[in-house]
């Protein structure tokens, strides 16, 4: 790993208010207009990033690069790229690109292999015919989303997720299963994750019920803590590693993906690896104006602090990526979901927007009509793939026509004239169609990407993750704050803690407030003692 001694401290950080390079920025941005009739499309490794739909001058990009220089980019990202300590907070890397680098350091390289190794053996024995997932946050969604996008149409074993600490959730996830033909993966980086544990013990108690002889020779856990998982009974050849200096959201690279090799082949696992690793040298190698996270990340904060809207929509045009919504959801929020600097002040300006969103087209016919004529509106990220990997063309070419459709509406709009005149050659009165043209105008105007992949491959899925992954970065670089931690989530589980011993029975010197204190004594007459 790089030196990590070199480190920007609070004395040396400037607030994003104080520096002249971001009120610069700040009048560029607000006097960029969306052209209609220009094209910036982006090539980064091997996806098409059109960002024609986003507010463009010569003076914003100048006005861009510089507020980038101000805030050290270059230096920045190498120490990201390194290994050093980009994770100022908590005092550590945030090094997950080396788990998908070509040729990576020994430690990866060896969990590679015991990962390929570990699938091969229960492949050629037809071993596992189901696999129970059990992880939450970053130990869960890129695993569903890659099972999701590689596996839709079924495979020779069943996967069920359980991340949600109701019970429900994992009754319905061991249910109809064989306990003597399935797997359990424990998945959590430090190996104390409360829902993890809980449902795992509920799996292990399954197992032992059903007459498992030896029930932990089908547990694995994947953690940064190996010797709390075998604490906890796991055997060591079936604890699989990754480092404190991969975040919980970006371990989707390590051995995480366990379960995607064993729903859909160590195959799909190497090709995002790669694909991530071609956009990590992208990001590294390509200059601000083509360099495809960094245009983004500016974009989105054009969006987000200058023209003030108050989230991202994420339009996946592919069924095969329901998940890709939550995953960028939970990278994005909880890396940007900040308002403290790196020098402990208020940032002072919006940061990171909320992020939601469904497939195309389900979400024409639930949300899109708010994004079209809503009073707030928000940007939106279209995501499409040029060719599909079914035999109904027809199918394909309305779900291409309905997404560059939907984007032109938000960007071109509709005006009052041209509503009226729609009206008129309906053979409307002129009355009512002066009337009824009012409802149908649109502003237009409304910031938009366009990104497109060749087709679904695990390569492109890794690149369009990584994509996201650095755009976050350089976000958080500019913003002035730390998009590796989330104390905010750590917060809710300390106060979790404490209800959950009075629930249970325990006097606790805690003063709540009257709803809070309210209900913990509803609730805890209602439970059964114990």
Request: glycine share 10%.
């Amino acid at each position: 790993m790089a030196d990590t001694s070199s480190i920007t401290g609070p004395s040396a950080f400037q607030p994003l208010r104080l520096l002249p390079e971001w009120a610069a920025f700040e009048t560029e941005a607000r006097n960029a207009p969306i052209h209609d009739h220009s094209l910036r499309i982006i090539n980064a490794a091997g996806l098409h990033v059109d960002v024609s739909g986003q507010g463009y001058s010569d003076g914003l990009a100048r006005a861009s690069e510089a507020l980038l220089q101000a805030r050290n980019l270059g230096q920045m990202r190498e120490r990201l790229l390194s290994g050093g300590m980009a994770n100022v907070t908590e005092e550590r890397a945030a090094w997950h690109t080396a788990l998908r680098e070509p040729d990576p350091i020994d430690d990866v390289a060896a969990e590679r292999q015991r990962l390929t190794e570990f699938v091969r053996q229960a492949d050629s024995e037809r071993r596992w015919r189901n696999v129970v997932h059990i992880g939450i946050g970053g130990s869960d969604w890129g695993v569903r989303l890659a099972v999701d996008a590689f596996g839709y149409a079924g495979s020779w074993r069943t996967v069920h997720f359980v991340a949600n600490i109701d019970g429900h959730a994992i009754q319905g996830g061991l249910a109809g299963l064989d306990p003597h033909d399935t797997l359990i993966v424990l998945a959590s980086k430090s190996f104390t994750t409360d829902e993890t544990l809980q449902n795992g013990q509920r799996a292990l108690e399954w197992l032992k019920a059903a007459g498992v002889e030896n029930p932990f020779d089908q547990i694995v856990a994947i953690t940064a803590r190996p010797e709390v998982a075998c604490k906890w009974g796991i055997a060591r050849k079936h604890v699989f590693t990754f480092w404190d200096w991969v975040g919980g959201r970006f371990s989707l690279w390590s051995s995480v993906s366990l379960t995607t090799a064993l729903a859909v082949d160590t195959d799909v696992v190497a090709g995002m690896q790669a694909g991530a690793s071609a956009m990590d040298s992208h990001f590294a190698e390509a200059p601000a104006h083509q360099n495809a996270p960094i245009q983004l990340a500016m974009s989105g904060i054009v969006n987000r602090s200058v023209l003030g809207y108050g989230s991202l929509n994420i339009a996946p045009y592919d069924f095969r990526l329901s998940s890709l919504v939550p995953y960028i959801q939970q990278m994005e929020m909880e890396s940007l979901g900040k308002s403290t600097d790196l020098a402990g002040g208020a940032v002072e300006i919006p940061t990171g927007p909320a992020v939601w969103g469904m497939p195309g087209t389900d979400a024409q016919h639930t949300f899109f009509q708010w994004l079209h004529q809503g009073s707030d509106g928000a940007p939106v990220d279209f995501i499409v793939c040029q060719q599909a990997d079914h035999g109904w063309p027809e199918h394909h070419k309305r779900l291409l026509a309905n997404c560059l459709a939907q984007r032109e509406a938000l960007l071109k709009g509709k005006t009052y004239e041209a509503a009226l005149q729609q009206c008129l050659a309906e053979g409307m009165d002129a009355d009512k169609a002066r009337w009824l043209a009012n409802h149908k105008v649109h502003a237009g105007g409304r910031p938009s990407t366009l990104i497109v992949l060749p087709r679904l491959s695990p390569y492109a899925l890794g690149a369009l993750l990584a994509l996201y992954e650095h755009k976050v970065f350089v976000q958080g670089l500019v913003w002035g704050i730390n998009p590796f931690d989330q104390w905010g989530v750590e917060y809710g589980k300390v106060l979790a803690k404490g209800i959950l011993n009075e629930l249970s029975g325990a006097s606790v010197d805690v003063e709540h407030d009257a709803s809070t204190a309210h209900w913990v004594e509803e609730f805890r007459g209602a439970l059964p003692p114990g």
